[in-house]
């Protein structure tokens, strides 16, 4: 993705999802909550019940999850589904207001309905990671393209992103991911995001299902460059993804960690900080602890490795120790060369 100049690193992105609950205030109140916590881009998602699936009640279409089950795909994703007609005026409002606004594309309509109105990017859900032709149709449009790899072996990876690549995607950032809602903290293996980045040499970040933000935090450490993660206005506002959504005060929390974080990973560096530099007076050196006089041997007894730092380094006590002084010196002196005798 073309970043904004002095931009952060980290891209997070606030998932409304099924958070608008068919309220299109709702759905303004969430943008610009996502805003004012701090997130970089809102993301909705483009699709209908009837893009999606069908509306047939038999056993293959009826779902078994503890949130969801007791309803078919098609009830679920009609509860679930955003209007189309709204997206005019929620893309005005985060225009207005400065946060990025797109979608992820569920079919070749839904493609050409986004295009319609210039997003700026796409997205892949890890469902449709295996729909080369709808990768294809977005790669077309030579725009960035985020692609999240939940339940996806390394071959499903490879053929998407080797479609996407020869279908003209130049842009191409990849989001590990687990398809669990929530998401176990154990099943994330985060170590995946750097093998993910060496293999396709492309910007990997984190899709995150897990209940909290620690997981995210933990994938910035590890080389992450994008965030996704689930934004209500409250998870008393019942919707289907509510119940593994952030609050706004938990994804402010979850931005100013990660850029605490960003700042914190720097570069590979070694040797004092500025700051640092003020306070290695504070260091241990040799300091004369006891009155000598001229000709006197220096011992343990009357130099020892004490704070501050101002005298030799106490590395240099060995060399010391059994050297005769060279003029008297008074207790609390820090020791120096000219004090000892040649």
């Known amino acids: 993705m073309k970043r904004k100049k002095n931009h952060n690193n980290v891209f997070i992105i606030a998932e409304l999802s099924a958070n608008h609950n068919k309220d299109i205030n709702l759905a303004i109140r969430t943008i610009k909550a996502a805003k004012k916590a701090g997130a970089d881009a809102i993301k909705i998602q483009t699709y209908t019940a009837d893009t999606l699936t069908i509306d047939v009640s038999n056993k293959y279409f009826r779902i078994k999850h503890p949130k969801w089950g007791g309803q078919t795909l098609y009830q679920l994703y009609q509860k679930a589904s955003m209007p189309w007609?709204?997206?005019?005026?929620?893309?005005?409002?985060?225009?207005?207001?400065?946060?990025?606004?797109?979608?992820?594309?569920?079919?070749?309509?839904?493609?050409?309905?986004?295009?319609?109105?210039?997003?700026?990017?796409?997205?892949?859900?890890?469902?449709?990671?295996?729909?080369?032709?709808?990768?294809?149709?977005?790669?077309?449009?030579?725009?960035?393209?985020?692609?999240?790899?939940?339940?996806?072996d390394l071959d499903e990876i490879n053929d998407a992103v080797k479609a996407a690549r020869k279908a003209g995607a130049k842009d191409i950032s990849l989001l590990k991911c687990v398809s669990s809602y929530p998401a176990d903290p154990k099943d994330m293996h985060l170590k995946t995001i750097e093998d993910l980045k060496r293999r396709f040499k492309c910007r990997v970040g984190l899709s995150d299902h897990t209940l909290g933000i620690g997981a995210s935090v933990a994938a910035v450490a590890l080389g992450a460059t994008i965030i996704e993660k689930h934004f209500t206005l409250s998870r008393k506002i019942k919707t289907p993804?509510?119940?593994?959504?952030?609050?706004?005060?938990?994804?402010?929390?979850?931005?100013?960690?990660?850029?605490?974080?960003?700042?914190?990973?720097?570069?590979v560096r070694y040797g004092p900080t500025d700051d640092e530099k003020k306070n290695r007076v504070f260091r241990r050196s040799l300091f004369v602890v006891k009155p000598i006089k001229a000709g006197e041997i220096f011992t343990a007894e009357n130099v020892r490795s004490i704070r501050p730092g101002y005298g030799l380094a106490p590395k240099n006590l060995g060399l010391i120790l059994g050297k005769k002084a060279a003029k008297n010196i008074k207790q609390g002196t820090p020791l120096s060369w000219k004090f000892i005798r040649k």
């Open 241 to 267: 993804d509510s119940f593994f959504s952030l609050e706004p005060a938990e994804f402010k929390e979850l931005v100013d960690n990660i850029r605490l974080v960003e700042q914190s990973i720097g570069k």
């Open 85 to 152: 007609e709204w997206f005019v005026k929620l893309k005005k409002i985060a225009d207005e207001i400065g946060i990025e606004f797109f979608s992820t594309a569920f079919d070749l309509t839904s493609v050409e309905f986004l295009e319609k109105y210039k997003v700026p990017m796409h997205k892949i859900a890890s469902f449709e990671l295996v729909d080369l032709e709808l990768i294809k149709a977005v790669a077309r449009t030579k725009k960035p393209l985020i692609m999240s790899t939940g339940m996806a």
